[in-house]
């Protein structure tokens, strides 16, 4: 299997025109728009592994910390996202309790530990099935948004929920964690370079000089 930059040819991001350059050569620009050109994204490896320890340190008071405060005449009260799901679940909601759960705690988790999965096997070098790599990396990139539901939620309930002394709703420490574990995620998917993925099952990027210079 032999991929393009072992060829040393690389394509533009911004207009997609496919050119030949030597790999050698320093600050490459394209030859039809000025954009800046890459063989493989700088620094991917360390800059995803920042993003998704970060996101692994706020996971955890995204889901122990209350998302939403509710005050009223009776007192404050507190929920966090699996207290959400338990309230929806015990109201006879149970598909709104089951969505609630993938988008906000499963599909975190997901995503956190697909990342780390791609990385360690890129690190490695792993020659095990590139094609479901890449795609479990489009999947991972694809369905980032869709975990944003809580904050979704709790904010639009903060904007339209407020009855002066009687009743409001404010935002918790939880959904700022929250918030900031779904962009961490979304960043990290965006820093990896999936081409990584194939460098191992080609023959001429398994030299290791070749390798470093491109992975950088």
Request: positive net charge.
């Amino acid at each position: 299997m032999i991929t393009a930059a072992s060829q040393q040819v690389l394509g533009c991001k911004a207009c997609g025109l496919a050119q030949r350059e030597l790999a050698a050569e320093q600050k490459l620009n394209c030859v039809r728009c000025g954009t800046r050109l890459h063989f493989r994204k700088p620094n991917s490896i360390g800059r995803t592994w920042a993003l998704v320890i970060a996101a692994y340190v706020l996971i955890i008071p995204a889901n122990l910390m209350p998302v939403m405060a509710t005050g009223s005449l009776f007192g404050t009260e507190k929920d966090t996202i699996f207290g959400g799901v338990k309230f929806l679940w015990e109201s006879n909601s149970q598909v709104l309790a089951i969505i609630l759960f993938c988008a906000s705690i499963v599909i975190p988790f997901a995503k956190l530990i697909s990342l780390t999965f791609l990385l360690i096997s890129v690190r490695s070098r792993s020659t095990w099935k590139p094609k479901v790599r890449a795609q479990l990396y489009r999947i991972v990139e694809a369905i980032g948004r869709w975990s944003m539901i809580d904050v979704y939620v709790a904010t639009m309930l903060t904007a339209l929920v407020q009855f002066g002394d009687l009743m409001s709703i404010r935002a918790g420490a939880g959904a700022i964690a929250f918030g900031s574990v779904v962009l961490l995620t979304i960043f990290a998917a965006k820093s990896f370079d999936p081409r990584l993925i194939w460098d191992a099952a080609d023959p001429l990027m398994r030299d290791k000089n070749l390798a470093k210079e491109l992975h950088v």
